[in-house]
């Protein structure tokens, strides 16, 4: 559980200011009825639970710039949120009752879908469902996709780099971003809307917004890259013998056809009975339960690509070696549905288990076997009787090596091992050489390991980057960066 005070009653903001804010945002545009601010005030995992005079919705760039001048003059904090499905609390006020919420909900336009050029221009509220529906009616593909899909917006997507289910083939959100329209915290815009791919003109500051968390300007609108859309499809779910079993079966499908991987997600058994426990409708395709599941998605733009040739092909060989223990593969959109719902509804399946702690790590490809193994083995010796659930983007290096309470325990008890929970889990994948936040981000969970895995040169560089876009530190504050 993180450390935090209980919330303060909001400070009003000055009437002076909100009379002027009222000019700029209209009537639409300022909401400060504690009842409405309500659900912005709290985080997707239940973590924090802060406090905020009000929450500004401009309905244009112009609208958001005027009024950010405003508050950077009168020193005023501003905490951007878009879907707030943050895992790390990133869009969340802290409880001072001083710190404005910046929704960027009204700007919720495509403003342009082009087939020629590949490319979506999207307004920051648009909620990424939204923004994969309208790609696809163009004929087109948006392809990133997570769980949180129809809730998180594009702009909170952008400012986290989100990653999901299709990284594999696709990239993080970064890799899907050509341009970005961005406004500065002194209310300065920055229109990068260009949808070129190349561009090498200068520092590309429209990278350094990506991932930063809102803490370095508003990304207000985006162009985005589209693709041809996929037009064959072939999804399984396999049980697997082992960790190294799965990472075997990435191996097969990668070295005979790389680009025919769109998704390659691993799950364990703990995480698919809970699944199983707590998912209405939820059944397991196989004939009985395992200790280790994949998930196998291909995809390809050509119509006649025979990726359930391939998909059989490489199942048999994996069967004949003992590392693929049973498979199922979709044979209708239903099943193609219902198998990816098992590996959506791991969040939610752990939530409704009870007390968890995610731990949202990466290290390279070739070392996920032995993380899982050696973090789940210290996390139950840590904690007897707690339940290990890794699960997620095995095809990254991305495992979320999440711990549930031992069944029984009390989930205050439970969370009070946190500190010591993620401390394990990062002992042993920074052996590994890879990273505490491979997609959430840093957020208000965890600057201080970031202070302590990035200190020295490139902390102090982030550190000055801030400093030199947001000499105030009123965008964000609390967020990333260690205090
Ligand atoms: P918010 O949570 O509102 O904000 C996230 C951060 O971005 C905050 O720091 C906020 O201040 C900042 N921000 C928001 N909008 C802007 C803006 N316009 N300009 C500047 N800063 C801004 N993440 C993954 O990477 N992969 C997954 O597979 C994945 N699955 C998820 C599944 C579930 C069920 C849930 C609840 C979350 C999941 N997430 C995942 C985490 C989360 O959905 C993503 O990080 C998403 O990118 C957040 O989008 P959002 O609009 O909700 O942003
Ligand atoms: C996912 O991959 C998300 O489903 C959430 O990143 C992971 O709940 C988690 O730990
Ligand atoms: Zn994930």
Redesign the pocket.
């Known amino acids: 559980m993180p450390d935090v005070n209980p919330p303060r009653p909001a400070t009003p903001l000055p009437a002076t200011l909100m009379a002027a804010l009222q000019s700029i945002l209209g009537p639409r545009g300022i909401v400060t009825d504690p009842s409405d601010l309500e659900p912005h005030l709290s985080d997707w995992r239940g973590l924090y639970h802060g406090a905020s005079p009000a929450m500004l919705r401009p309905a244009s760039t112009g609208e958001l710039s005027a009024a950010l001048k405003l508050l950077y003059e009168a020193g005023i904090p501003v905490v951007p949120q878009g879907g707030n499905t943050s ?1 790390v609390g990133g869009a969340m006020p802290d409880e001072s009752g001083r710190q404005v919420i910046l929704s960027l909900s009204r700007m919720n336009r495509i403003r342009d879908i082009d087939p020629v050029d590949m490319t979506m221009v999207a307004e920051a509220g648009v909620v990424l469902k939204t923004a994969q529906d309208a790609a696809a009616g163009a004929g087109c593909l948006f392809p990133l996709s ?3 899909e129809g809730t998180a917006t594009i702009g909170g997507v952008l400012s986290t780099n989100a ?3 299709t990284t594999v083939r696709y990239g993080n959100a970064r890799e899907l971003m050509l341009g970005l329209e961005i406004v500065l915290p002194d209310g300065g815009v920055i229109n990068g809307l260009r949808r070129l791919r190349k561009d090498n003109t200068g520092y590309a500051l429209r990278h350094l917004m990506v991932g930063a968390e809102g803490t370095l300007g508003i990304v207000t609108a985006a162009v985005l890259r589209l693709f041809p859309r996929p037009r064959s499809e072939a999804i399984a779910l396999c049980a697997v013998e082992s960790e190294e079993a799965a990472l075997s079966l990435f191996r097969r499908f990668r070295d005979r056809d790389e680009g025919a991987v769109r998704a390659f ?1 691993y799950m364990s058994g703990n995480g698919m009975d809970m699944v199983m426990r707590h998912i209405d409708g939820a059944a397991l395709p196989l004939s009985e339960r395992a200790d280790h599941y994949v998930l196998v998605d291909l995809a390809s733009s050509r119509p006649d690509a025979d990726l359930r040739g391939l998909m059989e092909v490489v199942l048999e060989e994996a069967l004949e070696a003992g590392e693929v223990l049973d498979a199922a593969l979709a044979e209708s959109e239903a099943q193609r549905h219902a198998i990816w719902r098992l ?2 509804e ?2 939610e399946a ?2 409704k288990e009870g007390a ?1 702690v ?3 790590v990466s290290v390279p490809v070739s070392k996920v076997p032995e993380m899982i193994r050696r973090c789940s083995a210290a996390l139950m010796e840590l904690i007897p009787g707690s339940r290990p ?1 890794p ?3 095995m095809g990254d290096g ?1 495992i ?1 090596m ?1 711990l549930e309470q031992p069944e029984g325990m009390d989930p205050a008890a439970f969370l009070a091992r946190s500190h010591d929970i993620m401390d394990c889990v990062n002992a042993i994948v920074r052996e590994l050489d890879g990273s505490f936040s491979a ?2 981000g840093v957020g208000r969970l965890k600057p201080d390991m970031l202070a302590e895995w990035r200190g020295g040169a490139e902390l102090d560089a982030m550190r000055r980057i801030k400093a030199a876009l947001d000499p105030k530190g009123l965008l964000n504050p609390g967020k990333v960066l260690p205090a």
């Open positions: 895992m997570l769980g949180a990653g999901g289910n997600e590996r959506e791991h969040p752990q939530k968890s995610k731990n949202d659930v699960f997620g983007h991305n979320h999440n997609e959430h």
